[in-house]
């Protein structure tokens, strides 16, 4: 694909994409949920690690307390609030890198092939022979608990995956004729994967990464919940949902808060990938 040709294409995909409107909602959701992250310091109604002993466990609806409060008399919607940034950017910069260097070392492997892919693949291959959930799991525990080593883990998990997808999809670009229609032409193997292979690559690439969010969210929010995840008193959903268990029977309503959130953020991951899906036409 040329740039004029990539740009009509994803103007033909936005165009797809806007005509979805599952699709649509669940990105209006997002962003929602999103700007709420963003601005908890502007929109929250109190300070995340401020409590009151005798405020705990009050009810959702309760007066100066829209969602109710915690196990230490925290308003819940502050840490509702507050708790998208951490949960969100556990969720969402695994993916990032791994879309990145799991991309790029699967073109690489795809596109050199021989002893390169050998190499690549059968490194990829070990880490496929440990369940993702088991996997993150031992990493974390074995680093720590703590944002940056759950960032880690994720990212370690998620990487092969894309790479094989990354890898599947080059081998097949590989042997098209205008791969060797532009290597006949003198373009040298850099420019070719750069501009020949992405633009075809890139799609189911981006495709599976967007489907990965929800899996990384979920995983992030269940290091956290086992204690391997973001420590106290941060607020995390995962987290939240660990410390209000106890809470289930007296007041589940506010016990659920996190875990519905987690639920609806996963949710609309998944229906905007396959929006996506659909929309960009991957098989």
């Known amino acids: 694909m040329n740039?004029?040709?990539?740009?009509?294409?994803?103007?033909?995909?936005?165009?797809?994409?806007?005509?979805?409107?599952?699709?649509?909602?669940?990105?209006?959701?997002?962003?929602?949920?999103?700007?709420?992250?963003?601005?908890?310091?502007?929109?929250?109604?109190?300070?995340?690690?401020?409590?009151?002993?005798?405020?705990?466990?009050?009810?959702?609806?309760?007066?100066?307390?829209?969602?109710?409060?915690?196990?230490?008399?925290r308003d819940m919607l502050t840490r509702l609030l507050y708790g998208g940034r951490t949960?969100?950017?556990?969720?969402?910069?695994p993916v990032g890198l791994a879309l990145l260097i799991g991309g790029s070392l699967g073109m690489l492997a795809g596109f050199a092939g021989g002893r390169i892919n050998a190499l690549i693949m059968r490194c990829t291959d070990v880490l496929?022979?440990?369940?993702?959930?088991?996997?993150?799991?031992?990493?974390?525990?074995?680093?720590?608990?703590?944002?940056?080593?759950?960032?880690?883990?994720?990212?370690i998990v998620l990487v092969p995956?894309?790479?094989?997808?990354?890898?599947?999809?080059?081998?097949?670009?590989?042997?098209?004729?205008?791969?060797?229609?532009?290597?006949?032409?003198?373009?040298?193997?850099f420019t070719i994967l750069r501009v020949h292979v992405l633009s075809n690559v890139i799609g189911p690439v981006l495709v599976y990464a967007t489907s990965l969010l929800s899996v990384s969210i979920i995983m992030a929010a269940g290091l956290s919940f086992i204690?391997?995840?973001?420590?106290?008193?941060?607020?995390?959903w995962g987290l939240m949902l660990n410390t209000l268990r106890n809470a289930i029977y007296s007041q589940p309503l506010l016990a659920a808060l996190p875990g519905v959130l987690i639920f609806a953020v996963s949710l609309c991951f998944n229906l905007l990938a396959d929006g996506l899906r659909s929309a960009m036409e991957v098989k």
């Open 227 to 236: 204690g391997l995840g973001a420590k106290p008193p941060t607020p995390e």
């Open 87 to 93: 949960t969100l950017l556990m969720g969402t910069v």
């Open 3 to 73: 740039a004029a040709t990539t740009q009509g294409y994803w103007s033909r995909v936005l165009r797809k994409l806007a005509r979805d409107p599952l699709a649509m909602i669940c990105l209006a959701i997002l962003v929602l949920i999103l700007l709420g992250a963003l601005f908890a310091p502007w929109l929250a109604p109190g300070d995340p690690a401020v409590g009151s002993v005798i405020k705990r466990l009050k009810p959702v609806g309760t007066e100066g307390h829209l969602l109710g409060t915690d196990e230490l008399g």
């Open 161 to 189: 995956p894309i790479l094989r997808v990354a890898e599947s999809a080059t081998t097949q670009v590989r042997s098209l004729d205008f791969i060797e229609a532009a290597r006949a032409s003198g373009a040298d193997d």
């Open 128 to 155: 496929f022979a440990f369940p993702s959930v088991l996997l993150a799991v031992a990493i974390a525990g074995a680093l720590g608990a703590g944002l940056a080593n759950t960032l880690l883990a994720l990212t």
